[in-house]
T-cell receptor, first 112, second 113 residues
Framework: KAGVTQTPRYLIKTRGQQVTLSCSPI?????VSWYQQTPGQGLQFLFE???????NKGNFPGRFSGRQFSNSRSEMNVSTLELGDSALYLC???????????FGPGTRLTVT | AQSVTQLDSQVPVFEEAPVELRCNYS??????LFWYVQYPNQGLQLLLK??????LVKSINGFEAEFNKSQTSFHLRKPSVHISDTAEYFC???????????FGTGTLLAVQP
């Protein structure tokens, strides 16, 4: 099976802009989770989607949002970008009742 | 609330020496425990998992971890490391009710020749 794919791999944006990141899970996986990784805060959970519904949410401001499509692909959006949003954004997918998450290579977002 | 502590931010070790990366967790409910490895400029790879059953779990590349409920630990060990094991290792916990993972701050394993 193909692994989790994320596009784009690298992105440079300016403060105040918005950005959309995409994640395609492993075939058959219906759960998609998003994480932010920064040197200062480490790995932090953003949200999880399952069957097009947000099932869980971390402690991030409303500027961070996501959605999931019927084919389980997911997107996350960050509006009004701030310098502190510079991070590696990781997407992970999981099969039903397996509890293991498989991560994609990440999208490196730089906000200038 | 759940939390994970990885006390060592960096562990230098010589090639072929044994290594232990420590992980302690805090949780009021039953937990699932994981070790992930991250190589430079890559995502996370699942190394080991404890869900239930035998408290000693092993990976295909020689790592093992033991779940100790009384000490709330899930330390990662390898009897003989290779240069290629150089990476950052993250311990994570989940309550199993959702797929939300709580990660430790990571331990950089630096294997020297």
């Amino acid at each position: 099976k193909a692994g989790v794919t994320q596009t784009p791999r690298y992105l440079i944006k300016t403060r105040g802009q918005q950005v959309t990141l995409s994640c395609s899970p492993i075939s058959g996986h219906r759960s998609v989770s998003w994480y932010q990784q920064t040197p200062g805060q480490g790995l932090q959970f953003l949200f999880e989607y399952f069957s097009e519904t947000q099932r869980n949410k971390g402690n991030f401001p409303g500027r961070f949002s996501g959605r999931q499509f019927s084919n389980s692909r997911s997107e996350m959006n960050v509006s009004t970008l701030e310098l502190g949003d510079s991070a590696l954004y990781l997407c992970a997918s999981s099969g039903d009742r397996t509890y293991e998450q498989y991560f994609g290579p990440g999208t490196r977002l730089t906000v200038t | 609330a759940q939390s994970v502590t990885q006390l060592d931010s960096q562990v230098p070790v010589f090639e072929e020496a044994p290594v232990e990366l420590r992980c302690n967790y805090s949780s009021s409910v039953s937990v699932y425990l994981f070790w992930y490895v991250q190589y430079p400029n890559q995502g996370l790879q699942l190394l080991l998992k404890y869900l239930s059953g035998s408290t000693l779990v092993k990976s295909i590349n020689g790592f093992e971890a033991e779940f100790n409920k009384s000490q709330t630990s899930f330390h990662l060990r390898k009897p003989s490391v290779h240069i290629s094991d150089t990476a950052e290792y993250f311990c994570a916990v989940s309550d199993g009710a959702t797929n939300k993972l709580i990660f430790g701050t990571g331990t950089l394993l630096a294997v020297q020749p």
